[in-house]
């Protein structure tokens, strides 16, 4: 675990990802829309308030939309061996997973309408206890992984 | 074998007319008390017999209607008033069969038998709630390993065990059963107690609504003209009738706990009233723990548990088995070599954390406190030191976790320590962790400290073993150990 994996994952996350940051921002923009109607139309919203409310909405929206996408997709690194998935993930906290392939019971790939957008699918590795993914990887990409997991997985598993 | 389908025993209505009461019981009551604050007693006198005899007619139906057979290597039930079930269990894929007994299967001479299957879906488990022991014999010994079969052919002659189905162990077999006084300590000091005041302070809130008024104040004026002492005197018996209360529980729940090591597997009894036998796979063991509450740390005692997998997790048992409820910790290392012999007990050379990451600890534990001991100086400061001793509190018990804490690695198993009321020793083979996970935040990194957590299937989805705070290179030594490549 010294040394990170050296697997990225597809450039597009980035995009994927900020696209989805500017959909959730459209939520917290319906909210301060909200509270400027209440404001203007009844008058016990403080207008500091409708500021504040305004100001997060802003801010919330740089941070997930230009900010996080990049240092996430900079921190996102897998690599798969013989024995074993290696995976890396974690703006803020660095997380470093091992998960062995006897371990594995399945994969699956995912993809959402964000992803597909992009050409790109989720993995999902599950042992009997955890669930662990690698996002947007490019759907040949997580495909052939996909296989190649199953595969190596495929060896005799002692029970659970 | 028998290949007819068999009903079950006729005492199975009396549990289905029971349950049913039970779960209904809930639902039923705040509309009876609808009904006779509104002056509807008399509807209600009918149609309690009339709900009364739906019940029973409904129990016997069910009765009727519930047939199980042994097929080869199946088991099969069908069930069902209305809309059949058939529900066919193969034998290879049953994880275990316990029988168990309270009152009413005694005075018949019967048995509960319960199947659990592999996986997480409790539906696909099946139980007969009453069979005669014989049947319950049978098929318990049917639907086992072939070595059992033989065992218990042997037994069948020894006719005890028609009662008795414990006392079946061969002499030579590991065997271990719990002393009248171990019995004592732990009801004596368990956390029962704890909960049984809670229970019982429930129950108050509940009756209090019943009392009527006027009896209410007399007695509350009179308790209050007896004055302080007797006050304080007629507190602490009923503390000790509940303490007394926690003992006779732990007494009824854990009489005679056997444990009994076979080849490939550990079978536990236990149960004064209800019998109850469970039969522990090794194969399904997936990690071996000791917990010490402070007070029994305090002793010398230990608890021993097992985290099995299984998809039982009905009946909101408790996540682990518990499979000796009071040894002296010195005793342990003996024990684990008797029982669990895979196991080893491996404790002295733990690996403990940095100094460094004590304030971390620290904080943790008092983090929300802290909070409070602000908000309480600046708006209540006359009543601050409630929450600085408080705070102080559980500023011992992080420095308590801070100690505790540590692992050892010792060739395929990893013992890890840690402490969250109870300290909790944990033996881990390295082939039962699903996963392993390091995980450091920014100070982390500056001060080359990491979290390590391991995943273990256990009852419910998982348990994850979390040591926080270990220097960087310590963990990394845990994931050369879990790692099959090895980096150098």
């Known amino acids: ?160 | 074998m028998m290949s007819k389908p068999k009903r079950l025993h006729p005492a199975a209505m009396i549990f289905h007319i029971i349950q049913t009461l039970k779960q209904s019981i809930l639902g039923f009551l705040p509309v009876a008390i609808a009904f006779i604050s509104n002056g509807g007693l008399f509807y209600l006198m009918i149609a309690i017999p009339i709900v009364v005899v739906l019940i029973i007619l409904f129990s016997f139906l069910s009765w009727l209607r519930f047939t199980y057979r042994l097929e080869e290597d199946q088991l099969r039930i069908e069930r069902g008033i209305f809309i059949r079930k058939k529900r066919t269990i193969s034998k290879h894929r049953i994880q275990s069969i316990d029988l168990s007994q309270n009152i009413i299967h005694r005075i018949f001479g019967l048995t509960k038998l319960e199947i659990e299957t592999a996986g997480n879906d409790s539906s696909t488990d099946a139980g007969l709630s009453a069979v005669t022991m014989a049947d319950g014999q049978m098929l318990h010994n049917e639907l086992k390993y072939k070595k059992h079969v033989s065992e218990a052919a042997s037994e069948e002659s020894s006719e005890e065990v028609k009662t008795e189905p414990e006392e079946k162990n061969e002499a030579n077999l590991p065997q271990r059963k719990i002393t009248v006084k171990a019995l004592l300590i732990t009801g004596s000091t368990s956390a029962s107690f704890g909960i049984l005041i809670g229970i019982f302070g429930f129950a108050f809130s509940q009756v209090e609504t019943f009392i009527p008024d006027r009896f209410y104040d007399e007695t509350a004026r009179w308790v209050l003209s007896l004055g302080l002492q007797i006050i304080i005197i007629l507190c602490l018996i009923v503390l000790l009738y509940l303490w007394l209360l926690s003992i006779l529980y732990s007494v009824i729940k854990d009489w005679n706990f056997t444990i009994t090591r076979y080849e490939k597997e550990l079978f536990i009894t236990r149960g004064l009233l209800e019998k109850k036998q469970t039969t522990i796979p090794l194969k399904r063991i997936q990690a071996v723990g000791i917990k010490e509450s402070p007070l029994h740390q305090l002793f010398g005692f230990i608890r021993v548990y097992v985290e099995i997998a299984s998809g039982d997790t009905k009946n909101n048992q408790e996540m682990n088995t518990i499979i000796f409820p009071l040894l002296r910790k010195k005793e342990f290392g003996a024990f684990l070599a008797t029982f669990l012999p895979e196991y080893h007990y491996s404790v002295g050379n733990l690996i403990r954390l940095p100094r460094k990451a004590l304030p971390y600890y620290l904080f943790r534990s008092i983090d929300l406190l802290l909070l409070a001991v602000i908000v309480v100086g600046i708006f209540f400061s006359p009543y601050i030191w409630i929450p600085v001793i408080l705070m102080i509190i559980t500023g011992i018990y992080g420095w308590a976790a801070f100690k505790s804490a540590g692992y050892a690695i010792d060739e395929q198993q990893i013992t890890v320590q840690t402490r969250r009321f109870s300290k909790d020793t944990v033996f881990i083979p390295q082939r039962r962790i699903q996963a392993l996970q390091r995980k450091q935040h920014i100070l982390h990194r500056k001060q080359s400290l990491a979290t390590i957590d391991m995943a273990i299937l256990n009852k419910a989805s998982g348990r994850h073993f979390v040591i926080k705070e270990l220097r960087v290179t310590d963990s990394n030594q845990i994931a050369d150990w879990y790692s099959s490549r090895k980096e150098s």
């Open chain 1, 1 to 160: 675990m010294r040394e990170q994996p050296n697997g990225k994952i597809a450039t597009d996350a980035i995009k994927a990802w900020q696209l989805s940051a500017h959909l959730y921002a459209l939520i917290s923009l319906l909210i301060t829309i909200g509270s400027i109607v209440v404001y203007s139309l009844f008058d016990f919203l403080p207008i500091w308030i409708v500021y504040t409310i305004a100001g997060l909405t802003i801010l919330e929206w740089l941070v997930t939309a230009f900010i996080i996408p990049k240092l996430r997709w900079r921190r996102w690194r897998y690599q798969v061996f013989d024995q074993e998935i290696y995976i890396q993930h974690g703006v803020l906290i660095v997380t470093r997973t091992i998960v062995p392939m006897i371990r594995v019971q399945h994969v699956d790939t995912e993809q959402g309408p964000i992803l597909k957008k992009y050409k790109l699918s989720t993995l999902k590795i599950s042992t009997a206890a955890t669930t662990h993914q690698i996002p947007a990887l490019s759907e040949e990409e997580a495909s052939d992984l996909r296989d190649q997991i199953s595969e190596l997985a495929r060896v005799e598993q002692d029970d659970v």
